[in-house]
Structure formats: C-alpha cells, structure tokens
C-alpha cells in the first residue's frame, strides 16, 4: 500500500470527518518540493517527512498537525516562501510550520543542569556569548510553544526520526544532536506527558552518548529474553486470575523498562545487573477510576505490599498530568512493581498532551488557556521578564525538570511543589500574599530559614508579619516560577514606582533651573505634546523612562520649549545636584531600588550621593567616590539619617604583638556597643600583628567611636577602615 493511503486509512479510523482531500494536497506539495533532495543516509529526503508525520498520526494528532508535519522542511531547506504556502494551505498550517523552522536555530553546545550556575562560564567571552544565543535559542523555542504547542510536537517527531537515523552523521554533529536531544528534547517530552516518545528519545541519545553502557544492558536485557518473557506472560495471567476472582475485569501486561531508565536506575542506586525481573513494570488497566482502589486492595490482601512504595498518582496527579496507584509487593521472593489505572489514564500517560486533541478537529489552538497547560504560558510569561541568559537557562531548566515534593499544609491539605521548593514557594503556591508577608516558617513544627529545602512529607506552616515585603534576595530563594514571576513582578512594580518618583523629580528640578514654575508645568500642554512626541502612552510613562535614565531631562525640555536658548552646562557638581529638599530618603517604603555602592560602601553620617544607573536603581556613593561618573543630572542627594539598622564594615587594627592583645580589642569594641561579625588575624612582621574586624555599626559617628576606642588599646599602632579592593576615595 502507497504512504500515503496508509496514512489516510490510520487517520480516519480515529478522526472519521479529517479533511483527507487537504493532506493529499500537502503531501504532494511537499513530495514535489523536497524532489531531488536526498539525506545524508542517500535515501529521498522525502523519506523524513513521510516518517516524522507517522508519528504524528500514531500520537492521533489532528489534520493541520499533520499537514504541517508532512511539510515541516519546505520553507527551511525548498525554494517555496510562506507567502506561496498560506495562499496554498492558509495561516493556521503555515504558522506551524515557521514556528518549526524558528526553532530550528543551529547551536553548538548546550549547557546542563547544574553547570549553569558556574560563574567561570561567565568569565569567558566565547562561553558568554554562546549561553547568549542558548538562552535565544530556548526563548525562541518556549515562545514557539506558547504560541501553539503543536509545534514543539511536529518537531519532537521531526527529532524522533533524525535521531534513529543518527548513524549516517558525523561522530561530532552525533554527539551535539544526542546531547541536545537529552538535555531538552526527551525533558520537554516528559513535560508533556508523552512517554512514548521521551522513552525512545532517551534510549537513541543514550546509544550515541554512551555506546558502551548502552550496548551491555542490550545484552544483558537480551541474554534472558525467553526466560523473562515467560515469566511476564505468567505472572500477568496470575495477577489477573486473582481480580477475576474478585470480579474485577482488567487487562495486565508487563512491560520491560527502557534501556536508559535501566542505566539510571543502576547509577542512581549503585545497583548491578543482578534480576531482570526488576526490569519489568506491571500494569493493571481497569474500566474506571471506581475500579482502581477495589483492583489495589486485592492486590495488597493476596501479596504482602512492601512498605513506603505506595504512591497515589490518581488523586494526586504528577505535574505533567501522569495519574496512576503505584505499588510494589511481593511474589514468590521477588519485588513486583504495579501500576494501576483506567485505560483512558493509560492513553494519557503514553501520548500526554497529544492526547488532548484526539477526535476534538479544529480546537486545539486555544490549548494554552486550558488549566492543565497552564505551566506553559505561566512558563513564557516568567521568561519575558528574565534579561540575563543563566537565570533564563535556569528558569527554564527548574520548569522542564519538575522533581516534585508533596508537603502539608496546616490544614492537612497536600500541596505539590517544583524540586528544592522553599517556604517561599510553598507560601507563594498558597496565596501571593502570604509569600508576600512571608518573615519565617515552621516545617514539622521546627523553625526553618526561608532558605530551607523542603522534603516530601514535611508540614509546612508559614510565619508573616504585616510589614513584611519581598527582598531582591528571594530570587535565589525561591525555586518554582509562580513564586519567582510573583517576586519579580513585586519587585519590578516597586522599582517602578521609585523610578516614577526619581523622574518626577529630576524634571522638576530642570525646570527650576530654567526659571520655570513646575506647578504650572508639569500639567501643560507643551509636556503633553512631548511626551506624545516621544511615544509615551502617558505621562507616567516618561516619568518612569526619566527615573530609569533612558530619557534625559535637558531632552525633553528642549522638546518642550525649542526656541529657548539651552541653559549654559555648569561644570560642578555641587551645582548641578538636585537639591537638598528633593532628596531621596534610604529607609522609606522605595529604598528597593537603592542600593549601598560597594566601591566606596559609605556610612549614615557621611556625606554621601545618589548615582542614578541606567535601569537598576540608585547607588548611594561616598561623596568622592572616584567611582560616581561624569554625568552630572544623574546626581541626586540622598539624605540618610542615623537609625537603628547597622552596615557590616571592615576595619584593620596593626598593634604591637603581645598576649591578651585580640581580647584587649574585642572588649573596647563591645564597650562601644558594636557587634564584631567576623574577625581574623595575622602578622605583619614577627613583632606586629594585623587583625581584620567586621563590624556593624549605624553609620560613621559610632564608627568613629569605635575606632577610637580601639586605638587607645596598649599597643596599638593604627586603627584602618578597610574598603574593597580597588576602591579610591
Ligand atoms: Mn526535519
């Protein structure tokens, strides 16, 4: 039989009214396009787009699916332009097919999980440069998902064919393609539920990654291959003799593992080869969820279930939608492991999301409102807001690979999290509130820092405090991506607002000096023109573009008032700086923004200014810091007063080497009240030593103080306050 009735005869047995006369078209479309062409295996290269729509039809997939599976290749590798394509097959089916090609994107090393947090990969242009078009390359393909996750089917089938023909090329392009495939294919295949798939992913990747490991399994699995299919055959009539018994219908297979969950397995628990009936998963298929629970209390009443390998996936389904009652128990001396579900919890479980459009024609395009896809769009919506490509990279990864916890919560509720999930998270996955005013948990009635890593089991109570608001540092403590895209949103609302402020003011201040009156002003038509002129939605919008430094304010008011002669620039700082009145306060609501320069790391009580950066905020510099740049108007005063909150400083004490000497310090330094964070010691010469403090003080006046206090020490030469290195004052 041709392909092509082939194709047309599976199709209708699931999906009677397909538009078959639209396929016939594709399929010679893109039969008459690829003409010529041949793969690196010499075979037509029309061969790959007939195989990568096979599995598209054994996934059920719907008829535009298919049609842009068959011309997958034609806009990347044909002469044929979009525009020819959408007068041909129209929008839909042509979107599907650029969404493919996008993704198609050329990358020569993927990063894996766990190195990407090394900063050395930073430090190397070249590895700078490529987790840069790495951390495009995933955005590109995340984008591509969300705007139709049918694409990311077409090309998990499209990569399903190229990996089993893998062997025709090359040893490196093998080991990329293989790598790649590991590292995000078989991951997004899980994600979406499709075992089959990611199965067969994994084992080809494993052959070419491993040969081998991979190779001693396949002969180890075969070695016994008659003896352990008998045993599968008898065991699977036992276990279902004994629910016939008991009146439950099912149909019980057992199934051997997959090659790579074998290797992982074996690396993971440090386990040999040693029984291939481990190797084998029994499944119970049963009508309906009813069913489920009497097949298991069967189970458990003929064989004695080994304790703690029960898992209840029904009512508590995995993340990417897996629902099944997980057990093991034992059977003449060995460890059988069960798998029970209804048939349609098995449909899902093997074709995951493809499983969504089975004999729904034409529906699946709003597929990413639907709730249990929901991690997608929530997935992209957190990317749009990461800049840096390792924290996208890592955002990424915590989505794809999703170890999940189960926690209580007070209420005895379970709760599923992402892996490493913190309090935070946990609080987050509650209420963006609650993580909002989260001070402190109590894990098992023990107190925890937010920083603690959750267990499955653990009961989780979460201690707020009203005033409490999210710090910068909850980025790095919170795992899963509600609870990051919450803070960051917090986050970035507050930096708004602050940035708002700064450029309200700072353009005040301009038309100060230009005598002109802000009253008036800042409500006239001339700044409503402007801020048109520069495309702003509003005022707001300006305002916050001043504050971020993207806008200058000597621009707009050049736009505002253009005859007017521009105001001589003064070469001073003194002059320049906003005044004293318009000062930003640290210690108010906004100070999320401000930040404490580390180059000069000033003290309440100095005289200090605020930088304003391009984007990130204000730094609050020494007053000469050598650091603070040539840029005039991005200088604000900070007024800073004295409170109770303290600032780690360092200080170098060089003394006369004696004994009691370092007790003799830290008792003058806690007579001032001071606490001591950190301290260590050394030698200068054989006579001098040389102590390093860290102390917390609220600002430069009990510095001071204490510095004082410590040179009137017997013995002490010089007391020094200690900067970063680097640092010039
Ligand atoms: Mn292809």
Redesign the pocket.
């Known amino acids: 039989m041709p392909k092509l009735e082939e194709f047309i005869r599976d199709i209708v047995a699931y999906n009677p009214t397909a538009n078959i006369e639209l396929l016939r078209e594709a399929y010679r479309f893109a039969q008459y396009q690829h003409a010529g062409q041949r793969r690196k295996s010499n075979d037509p290269y029309f061969v790959?787009?007939e195989e990568?729509v096979r599995t598209l039809i054994d996934l059920h997939m719907d008829i535009e699916t298919i049609c842009a599976g068959i011309m997958?290749?034609v806009l990347?590798?044909t002469k044929c332009s979009p525009e020819d394509m959408e007068a041909k097959f129209g929008r839909s089916i042509t979107n599907l097919v650029l969404g493919?090609s996008k993704i198609?994107t050329k990358i020569n090393e993927l990063p894996f999980r766990g190195a990407t947090q090394a900063p050395q990969h930073m430090q190397d242009e070249n590895a700078r440069r490529r987790a840069l078009r790495q951390a495009e390359h995933y955005r590109n393909m995340m984008l591509a998902m969300a705007g139709d996750v049918r694409v990311i089917l077409i090309k998990l089938a499209?990569?399903l064919?190229?990996m089993r023909t893998l062997e025709y090329l090359k040893p490196a392009r093998q080991q990329e393609i293989a790598r790649e495939t590991l590292a995000i294919f078989a991951p997004l295949g899980h994600r979406l539920g499709i075992a089959k798939i990611k199965s067969e992913l994994e084992d080809l990747a494993f052959k070419f990654l491993e040969p081998e490991k991979y190779r001693e399994i396949q002969r180890l699995v075969n070695e016994r291959r008659e003896e352990r299919e008998e045993y599968t055959r008898n065991m699977a009539a036992l276990i279902s003799e004994v629910l016939a018994s008991e009146s439950i219908e099912a149909e019980v297979f057992g199934r051997p593992k997959h090659f790579y969950s074998i290797h992982q397995k074996m690396e993971q628990k440090g386990t040999a080869f040693e029984d291939i009936y481990d190797l084998i998963a029994f499944r119970v298929l049963v009508a309906t969820e009813d069913e489920c629970y009497p097949a298991l209390g069967v189970i458990h009443g003929t064989w004695v279930p080994i304790p703690g390998r029960f898992r209840d996936f029904i009512n508590l389904p995995k993340i990417n939608g897996y629902q099944s009652l997980h057990t093991t128990v034992q059977i003449k001396k060995r460890r059988i492991e069960i798998q029970i579900r209804t048939r349609e919890m098995h449909q899902r479980a093997e074709y995951g999301i493809a499983a969504h459009w089975r004999y729904k024609e034409g529906i699946p395009r709003a597929v990413t409102s639907d709730e249990q896809f929901q991690w997608i769009r929530q997935m992209v919506e957190n990317l749009q807001e990461v800049q840096d490509p390792h924290q996208l990279v890592e955002c990424i990864e915590a989505d794809l690979f999703p170890d999940e916890v189960y926690v209580f919560t007070p209420q005895g509720d379970l709760l599923a999290l992402g892996g490493e999930a913190t309090p935070l998270d946990f609080a987050y996955a509650i209420h963006t509130d609650l993580g909002h005013r989260c001070v402190g948990a109590r894990v098992n009635g023990t107190f925890v820092p937010l920083r603690h890593t959750l267990q499955t089991g653990d009961q989780v109570e979460i201690l707020t405090d009203s005033n409490a608001k999210p710090g910068r540092d909850w980025l790095r403590i919170a795992k899963t991506s509600r609870a990051r895209s919450k803070i960051r949103r917090w986050l970035n609302d507050q930096e708004r607002a602050q940035n708002h402020e700064i450029g309200g003011r700072l353009l005040e201040h301009e038309m100060l000096k230009r005598r002109l009156n802000p009253r008036q002003h800042m409500k006239s038509e001339e700044l409503q023109h402007t801020w048109e002129r520069l495309g702003f939605d509003d005022l707001d919008g300006l305002l916050v573009s001043i504050g971020q430094g993207k806008t200058s304010v000597q621009h707009v008011l050049n736009l505002m008032f253009p005859r007017e002669e521009e105001v001589k620039k003064e070469e001073t700082r003194e002059v320049e700086v906003v005044p004293q009145r318009h000062a930003i306060s640290i210690g108010g609501i906004n100070d999320a923004v401000l930040r404490i320069a580390n180059c000069c790391k000033p003290l309440p009580g100095e005289s200090v200014i605020g930088f304003i950066t391009r984007g990130r905020g204000i730094s609050v510099h020494h007053m000469n810091c050598a650091r603070v740049g040539n840029e005039p108007e991005r200088l604000i005063h900070v007024d800073w007063p004295v409170t109770e909150t303290t600032y780690p400083t360092q200080i170098t004490v060089y003394a006369d080497d004696r004994k009691q000497l370092l007790g003799d310090i830290a008792t003058a330094i806690g007579k001032s009240e001071v606490n001591i964070l950190k301290g260590e010691g050394g030698s200068v010469d054989p006579f001098t030593a040389c102590h390093r403090f860290t102390v917390e003080v609220t600002g430069i006046e009990q510095l001071r103080r204490v510095i004082g206090a410590i040179s009137r020490v017997r013995g002490v030469q010089r007391v020094e306050r200690r900067l970063p290195k680097g640092a010039k004052r």
Do not use: K, P, Y
């Open positions: 790959h787009c990568t997958h290749d990347e590798d493919v198609n499209d990569r064919h190229n």
